[in-house]
């Protein structure tokens, strides 16, 4: 069975969180300190936990979508260049790049929300960029205090 385009959105962030999953899990399987490997497990989980609501949802789109609004949006990854993703990167270049992607995704989502012409998809597009603000924001913080540990 084809998928519609708005199902084709979704399966795509759906394997958006399990690209990310992988991603945060294979850096919490690195050689790092143990606040390093916590952080990216909980990140790894967060995904998992993200691709299985949107799995549901795909499943039974009638089910409400929602998010919690970020507290704020700090812009700390709209000042970041996107590092290159490579096998050794430094855990704050990883951090750096997962902000970048998720900046992108929520900015997606926005797009998405904007052309839309239905007002329940729309909605469900906003959830979305909410899902990943939220994230943003929390690596935004993470780099933070990563990047510049003279603040505090």
């Known amino acids: 069975m084809a998928l519609t385009p708005y199902e084709s959105v ?6 958006n969180e399990i690209e990310a999953y992988d991603f945060y899990y294979a850096l919490s ?22 691709r299985d609501i949107l799995t549901a949802f795909l499943r039974n789109p009638d089910k409400p979508l929602k998010f919690k609004s970020a507290p704020a949006d700090f812009k700390v990854a709209e000042s970041v260049e996107l590092p290159p993703l ?30 839309s012409d239905s007002n329940e998809q729309k909605g469900v597009f906003e959830e979305l960029a ?23």
Do not use: C
């Open 130 to 152: 909410k899902m990943e603000q939220g994230h943003k924001t929390r690596l935004e913080e993470i780099y933070t205090n990563m990047a510049f540990p003279e603040v505090w």
């Open 29 to 50: 399987q690195k050689n790092l300190d143990t606040g390093m490997k916590q952080i990216f497990d909980e990140l790894a989980k967060e995904e998992k936990n993200h």
């Open 10 to 15: 979704i399966s795509m962030a759906i394997d």
């Open 86 to 115: 490579t096998l050794d990167m430094k855990p704050v270049d990883a951090i750096a790049l997962a902000m970048k992607k998720e900046e992108e995704a929520m900015k997606t989502y926005l797009a998405f929300a904007q052309e």
